[in-house]
């Protein structure tokens, strides 16, 4: 079935459980009232169900790849992400001053929602930018504001972020990318990032990427790191992009269900950067992106449900609600165990009885991910 955006629901949640009322009853959002928001949310869906949402099956089928040291997208991406970058999507929570419209993250996150349940590998695209936006509107230098915020909130240049290494997941202060000073006030970046969504794409005049490095006299750790701002060409005078930087699309990452969204390894080769924030105090800075992105994935992690319960008969939803539950009963019994490991505070049972259970989930699930249940290679 195609997805269709729950419009009915949002407009209930935001009457009757988030009280959005009193968020329009603020001065900096008095203009955003009941009308305007249904006519913003009535637009968004149109946006998700008549032109996003029918190249998801697409994204997976012709999924992103590399060729030549550059990304081409998945067929019909670059046209969608051309209308919502025109429909000023990327820049709802984005300042007026810099061309944005200013809305409360309520609201947009209501539309990243049914974004992301349409087709969560293009809606990455805008989420990254976004979360860009706001770390360069809190930290950036007026300079690189005026340079940069307008072309990512019109969505003519795209953003990303870059924070893992190969040996610096979790642990983030272990980065061995490093950042050099250069006589006119730039810096060189050096070092490999992997996992980067959207690292590069073929419909944006640039693609601005936020990255993580140390100077030589960082500390260790994360208080010794900095932040830059590495685009993929190098503004020229007028501000347009200009010569290539020395970075590069070293592969693919391959995710499961968003094959459409070229999750890249990114190295960098002694990339000019600008230096976003002080030195030395690139955590904080970026902390303000990720958190940006970690609200939008859990907006997205909402919206994936939705489209599933419709693609998958009601014994293949049964399927995937049995498993949750499992996993959340395995996670309260080693939550329990670690707290009182030597307290008998649940009932023991049997091997066999557990391995049985896990056993007919599995079938489900398996029935759930193959047409008919039927396994590669059978019939």
Not at 31 to 58: C, F, M, T, Y
Not at 311 to 321: K, Q
């Amino acid at each position: 079935m195609t997805y269709r955006a729950p419009v009915a629901d949002y407009a209930f949640i935001l009457d009757h459980i988030v009280e959005y009322a009193r968020v329009a009853q603020t001065a900096r959002f008095a203009e955003a009232d009941r009308d305007v928001v249904a006519a913003i949310i009535e637009e968004a869906a149109k946006l998700s169900n008549d032109v996003i949402a029918p190249l998801d099956r697409g994204g997976d089928l012709s999924p992103a790849r590399l060729e030549n040291g550059g990304v081409v997208s998945s067929p019909g991406f670059a046209d969608a992400f051309g209308q919502i970058a025109e429909g000023g999507w990327i820049g709802m929570l984005a300042e007026p001053d810099n061309g944005g419209m200013g809305l409360p993250l309520t609201l947009a996150s209501v539309v990243n929602e049914m974004m992301s349940g349409a087709c969560l590998s293009l809606a990455l695209e805008p989420l990254m930018c976004q979360g860009q936006i706001e770390a360069l509107e809190h930290h950036a230098s007026d300079e690189i504001k005026a340079l940069y915020l307008p072309k990512l909130v019109s969505g003519e240049w795209c953003g990303t972020m870059n924070l893992t290494e190969s040996g610096a997941g979790s642990d983030v202060g272990a980065l061995r990318t490093k950042a050099t000073r250069n006589d006119d006030g730039s810096y060189d970046i050096t070092g490999q990032k992997i996992f980067i969504t959207w690292g590069d794409n073929d419909f944006s005049g640039n693609i601005c990427h936020l990255v993580l490095a140390r100077l030589p006299d960082g500390a260790e750790g994360t208080k010794g790191i900095s932040l830059f701002l590495v685009p993929k060409f190098i503004p020229d005078e007028n501000g347009e992009a200009g010569a290539a930087n020395s970075l590069s699309v070293v592969s693919l990452e391959h995710k499961l269900g968003i094959h459409g969204s070229p999750t890249c390894v990114m190295d960098y080769s002694g990339a000019k950067g600008w230096l976003v924030g002080n030195e030395h105090e690139g955590m904080k800075c970026m902390f303000t992106m990720m958190n940006n992105a970690r609200l939008g994935v859990g907006m997205q992690a909402s919206a994936w449900p939705r489209p599933l319960r419709k693609r998958h008969t009601p014994m293949r939803w049964t399927a995937f609600r049995a498993a949750r539950h499992l996993v959340r009963m395995a996670r309260v019994r080693l939550s329990t165990m670690r707290r009182a490991p030597d307290a008998r505070v649940m009932r023991a049972e049997p091997m066999w009885r557990g391995a049985f259970r896990w056993r007919v989930v599995w079938r489900l699930i398996w029935g759930a991910m193959i047409p008919n249940g039927r396994r590669a290679g059978r019939s």
